[in-house]
């Protein structure tokens, strides 16, 4: 007998909350597995939330890979690509009407390890430390695979990852504690052909860490105010307009190009109104986000990824560079880590991530070095590492702006100063801001003062936020504080504050001045900045008088060689609308 009219309705009433139940599809890790020095077959793990009975189908940029190629236990899938034959692209889930993020799978050769819990122990200073991985960086005049497998052969270890345009190479050595590893650390320090030797103070993978001790956090504004409160110091709003109406203007449009922009971050929130709009396939000249998904809306990738990236008028962060979508040639965000291997692994994402054509690498984290004092003269107590671990990571990051110098000059890193309220300029305190070169920009954090009615072009409209870092090495401030993104459309999210926050703002106002020009180089990048920075800071006239330099002072020729001009001696406070418009300008000066 046929099923009347409501009976049918009744059914499908009955349906909808199961097929509404249905979960979203989000691929929360991607890691390369299996043999990392392998370059022609890459085996890649993928932990996907929300799989059902059957496999979704894997798009590796816009094509489909075969089923063949995939294997699936659980919620785990094995995904194994020919290097040679694939590109570097954004890989992204599909089954049915479910789409997820996508997240940059590249076929760069640069990946190491991440310690397990079981694989770390406190050192002398309390710090969580490897025991039995350490990495190798191998004199230039040397073979570093063959020599790497040399030495572990010599000792007994085996080679497990490497960063091969560094001459780097990861060993598991035959330690069980570390006395056992130092004494290692000694014998392969003394091998002729060893540069140095990289050892890893970083805690084990934290999703594996059962109850991790939170960091403890910075200290809040005494007023917190809105993003677009404090961005009004860098004039944020003001920059959008003007690419909005400049770039398409009827006289002399600009035709901008694409620019692509690694975050070394872990992950981002697409279940947040900032991210919602990012799932499935994406491409220029829109923005686009490619990460490995987040389980929670307020963490450190978001807020960074939201103040490049997050839609607009939802409640949460606001986009720089999705402001721009309607007259930009695109942007696209990749947000990376390579694994949780600490700073070495910061580095690998760096190198896959240039060698993937990024312009602007965006680095918004540090390290102190145990003992590092603050500008009152106390000791810092955040993000330390000992002075062994220092001395292994300042010859990685030399290795890895010399590469860059020589490979990629035209790649601009953008660093966070600090929040130690210490000093940026010196290895004893702090890396890697402490690097002098023309591909390093170094930002300091701001906020908004409390003196009503003073114009935006007033050094004191900001000042700087008091846990910043900072000296002459800091190239410019920018706005410290940001909302994080939140999980519904209209919710005010809390307010995060932090030179992590400030490093976003200009790396995005980088990008944007390359979409304008991208013949700009590094040192041009910087100079376009400082000359159009508006000041903060009193006028000390180039006497650093009790550290109070926030930033290398303004010169004379930042300031049209003008000798009287009221800014010559302050420091530097980013503004992002005459940025974009000497950017304009300089498309038209010969170089």
Known sequence: MPLRPVALATLFALA???????????????ARCGDLLDSRQQDWCLGVRGLGSTTPTLRLGDQPLPASSVQRDGDTLRLRIDAQ??????????DGARQSNAVWLTTGNSHVVAARPDEVAQNMDGLTTYVDLVSVIIEESHDGRQEAQRLADKYGARVVGSIAPLNLYQLRVPAHDLTQRDALVLRLGSEVSVDAVVIEESAAEETEQAAAP????????????ADSDEWAANRFVDAVNYYQRRIPGRQAPIQPQPVRIGLIERDVDFDTADFADYLGPCAVPRTCVYARDAAKPDAHGSTVAGILAASWNNGGNTGLLRGLDKSSGGFEVIVER???????????????????????????????RVGARTVEGEEVDSLLRSGIAMSGYEELLEEFFLWLRKEHPNVLVVNSAGNGASFSGTDDYRLPSS????????????????????????????????????????????????????????????????????TPMVAGIVAAMLSINPQLQPAQLRTLLRRSSLPIGANYDFEPVDAEDLTAPILPSERQ???????????????????????????????
């Open 85 to 94: 034959a694939q590109h570097s692209a954004p890989l992204w889930l599909e």
């Open 435 to 502: 690097f002098v070169t023309s591909q390093l920009l170094v930002v300091g954090g701001h906020q908004r003062s409390e003196r009503p009615g003073l114009a935006v072009q007033d050094p004191g409209y900001a000042v700087r936020r008091r846990s910043s870092n900072l000296d002459r090495r800091v190239d410019i401030t920018a706005a410290a504080c940001a909302h994080a993104s939140t999980t519904e459309a209209g919710q005010t999210g809390a307010v995060h504050c932090g030179t992590s926050y400030a």
């Open 214 to 225: 939170r960091p403890k956090p910075e200290p809040e504004p005494e007023k917190p105010a």
């Open 338 to 368: 390579n694994s949780d291997a600490g700073i070495t692994a910061n580095i690998a994402a760096s190198v896959n991530l240039v060698e993937d054509g990024v312009r602007v690498l965006n680095w918004s984290w540090g390290i102190h």
């Open 561 to 591: 060689h003008r000798l009287d001009d009221p800014d010559v001696g302050r420091s530097a406070r980013l503004d992002m609308q005459q940025a974009l418009e000497l950017s304009v300008q300089s498309r038209d000066r010969p170089r």
């Open 16 to 30: 909808a909350p199961t097929l509404a139940a249905e979960p979203p599809l989000r691929l929360a890790t991607l």
